[in-house]
């Protein structure tokens, strides 16, 4: 895990079936699990479940809600510590992370990996996998 370079997870999959997801009020993307070879399904359950319940707490909770913590994904023959962010704007699950890594190095890794525009990576800390959910779009009106 730690000597994982940001091209070691630009496999990206877009994930459309689970009994939780919501497909109506997310975009979800994982990356490949560099345990499995394909994308980790217990961080996909963590990830979707996660979507349903901050969307379904978005009318009672303020535009800054933010969560987050850690667990053990058991999703194979092995068990993954993994740590999660959720907030209204952004959910990631991070698997196969370290006790000690903080959630600061994870997000610039996952911001290296998805977008373009972010500043390249240069840390030590890598998951052997993640995930993230963005909220849709509201559809536009048409004029």
């Known amino acids: 895990m730690k000597n994982m370079s940001p091209g070691g997870c630009a ?14 009020t997310h975009n979800f993307t ?25 969307a379904s707490a978005k009318e009672t909770t303020e535009e800054g809600f933010e969560i987050t913590g850690e667990s053990s994904l058991e999703g194979c ?12 704007d952004r959910i990631r699950v991070f698997c196969g992370t370290d006790t000690d890594d903080e959630l600061t190095a994870l997000n610039r890794f996952a911001d290296a990996m998805l977008s373009p525009q972010a500043a390249p990576y240069h840390g ?7 995930g993230e959910a963005r909220p849709l779009s509201p559809p ?3 004029i």
Do not use: W, Y
Request: hydrophobic share 40%; aromatic share 4%.
């Open 30 to 54: 994982l990356s490949i699990c560099m345990h499995l070879g394909r994308p980790c399904p217990a961080a996909n359950r963590m990830l979707r479940t996660l979507a349903n319940a901050v």
């Open 11 to 24: 496999d990206m999959a877009s994930v459309s079936s689970h009994p939780l997801a919501s497909e109506a």
């Open 124 to 130: 030590t800390v890598a998951p052997q996998s993640f």
């Open 77 to 88: 023959d092995r068990s993954c510590h993994a740590k999660f962010q959720a907030s209204h």
């Open 140 to 142: 536009s009106e048409l």
